[in-house]
């Protein structure tokens, strides 16, 4: 069974209709004990990371995350879910965060040639073999909807980059955790196959 965590923040319901067209069933769960008996995971998030901690923190499900990761049970965290990973966010303040990857969540600097939020299909470009993205295209468009970005402390986890402006982190690895910067639900086929090797793995 497919968990997906549900904090009030997320698309809950987008992610679940993919995962059922290729088949998978997948629950929404809302208690730490539910997350500590599933067998795979998903972090989805949309909106502010200041208010999304704090209702991980509020719903005591900060733990149960951590524990799930450091376990090595399949994770997929998608666009919050994957900002939500790192030490401190500076959107809107200093906000820490789980502190599952070393780094930070910055904004998009500012340019007259482009558009914040970051919005729309871009390219996928890998660093290189991932069990998430196997038999995908190399150069696989996915969709995006975000303001910031990550940036990992340590190279080693960056598993693909993309380029808008400038390149930033827009999948991270290591072990079986993974999230994305983009959204696979509304990935259209790519975001499929991607939710397919997460089922796998």
């Known amino acids: 069974m497919i968990a997906i965590v549900d904090y009030g923040m997320g698309n809950l319901r987008s992610v679940q209709k993919a995962l059922e067209k290729i088949g998978q069933s997948a629950e929404i769960v809302t208690r730490p004990e539910q997350i500590r008996s599933a067998e795979r995971l998903i972090l989805p998030g949309v909106g502010a990371f200041r208010d999304a901690i704090h209702e991980l923190q509020r719903l005591e499900l900060v733990d149960p995350i951590r524990e799930h990761i450091s376990s090595d049970k399949p994770f ?42 970051h919005m729309g299909w871009n390219t996928l470009e890998p660093t290189g073999p991932v069990k998430l993205l196997h038999d995908l295209p190399s150069d696989a468009s996915v969709y995006f909807v975000h303001s910031y970005y990550v940036v990992p402390r340590d190279p080693s986890v960056i598993a693909a980059r993309t380029t808008y402006g400038i390149p930033f982190t827009s999948m991270v690895a290591r072990g079986n955790m993974y999230a994305t910067q983009f959204h696979p639900e509304k990935s259209q086929k790519v975001g499929l196959k991607l939710l397919s090797n997460f089922a796998r793995i």
Not at 84 to 106: I, M, N, Q, R
């Open 76 to 117: 997929l965290g998608i666009c919050l879910g994957l900002q939500l990973l790192f030490d401190v966010s500076y959107e809107d303040g200093e906000w820490p965060g789980l502190g599952v990857l070393a780094g930070d969540v910055v904004r998009f600097p500012p340019s007259a040639e482009l558009k914040v939020p």
